[in-house]
């Protein structure tokens, strides 16, 4: 599969989502420019907002992905978007105010800091900033996330930023057993602090937990044997010896930047098999959208053959 257009966060995925290479900033002044996978779906579909869900690691993607901020369909087609590390504030905050005065001395100097790190943490040099933890939710649906996070706070779970978000897209899985679900992952991008070993540590836990995800679909009913599971890189890595310092970064014009993978598991895959010719990144948006039954009517796009509808 190839990325032939900006190999960025922001205008990545939403190359993925809309079918179209999107060509703006990656510091979510913009929305994508035509209609999303989740708005073809629940236009054409008909699917109520509790149906379509994103739960993202990237602070770009979460302000820019919600039912506020859609493409030509206009709001009432977005999707409900959850940034688990900003609703993370308030679940520490909870247990900070539960705990005992003589363990914290000046609450108010730890809340501070917390949300210093959330709102500031810039490993990738972007400065990207927090717009708030759950982009298009009603009330009721981010009581119900927030619930999720406090019982994360309250365990001994890893606390990577991608098991926040695992663990937040298991909860919704369970309590909504939403038609469409996207989950964003980022500790590969531990590589922008220089460490190949931090890089390889994020990949492999990444991993993991797509494969708990694909086993979380086959435990229960009403996913298993009726669910589309598709997996896709971003973008790929600068080459070593590259002027951008290796796979650090991500910005070349190289082929190892472009050329990534996706792979597709479930049921209605007929068979075991292997694409080998050229497939575009914008080729996903119209291959799922008529999975469900849909048309990605302004996507340029080509809906893949191998996925039937």
């Not at 966060?9 to 035509?34: E, K, M």
């Not at 589309?228 to 890595?237: C, H």
């Not at 002027?243 to 082929?255: K, L, M, P």
Request: glycine letters at 8%.
């Amino acid at each position: 599969m190839r990325n032939d257009g900006v190999t960025s966060h922001f205008n990545s995925i939403s190359s993925i989502l809309t079918g179209n290479r999107q060509r703006v900033d990656d510091w979510r002044n913009s929305p994508p420019a035509s209609p999303t996978l989740f708005e073809y779906a629940r236009r054409q579909s008909g699917l109520p907002g509790s149906e379509v869900w994103m739960v993202a690691s990237n602070k770009a993607l979460t302000s820019q992905i919600s039912a506020s901020s859609v493409g030509s369909y206009g709001a009432l087609y977005g999707a409900n978007v959850v940034f688990p590390k900003a609703l993370l504030l308030t679940a520490v905050e909870e247990a900070i105010q539960t705990g005992r005065q003589s363990s914290l001395a000046d609450r108010d100097k730890v809340r501070l800091e917390i949300e210093s790190v959330i709102q500031n943490s810039d490993y990738e040099g972007l400065g990207w900033s927090v717009s708030g933890g759950a982009q298009g939710l009603d009330r009721k649906l981010e009581v119900s996330v927030q619930s999720a996070i406090q019982q994360f706070v309250h365990t001994n779970a890893p606390a990577t930023g991608d098991q926040l978000t695992h663990f937040v897209a298991i909860e919704i899985m369970r309590r909504y057993a939403p038609s469409l679900l996207v989950v964003n992952f980022s500790d590969v991008e531990a590589a922008h602090f220089g460490s190949y070993s931090m890089h390889l540590a994020g990949i492999r836990n990444t991993d993991r937990l797509i494969y708990e995800l694909w086993g979380e679909i086959n435990a229960h009913p009403e996913y298993r044997d009726q669910t589309l599971m598709v997996i896709v890189p971003e973008f790929g890595r600068d080459p070593d010896g590259s002027n951008n310092n290796g796979f650090f970064n991500h910005r070349s014009n190289d082929e190892s930047c472009r050329r990534v993978w996706t792979m597709c598991l479930g049921k209605s895959i007929a068979r075991p098999q292997m694409i080998d010719r050229p497939v575009r990144q914008v080729d996903l948006c119209p291959s799922l959208v008529q999975w469900l039954g849909c048309h990605a009517t302004e996507s340029t796009g080509a809906a893949l053959k191998e996925i039937p509808s």
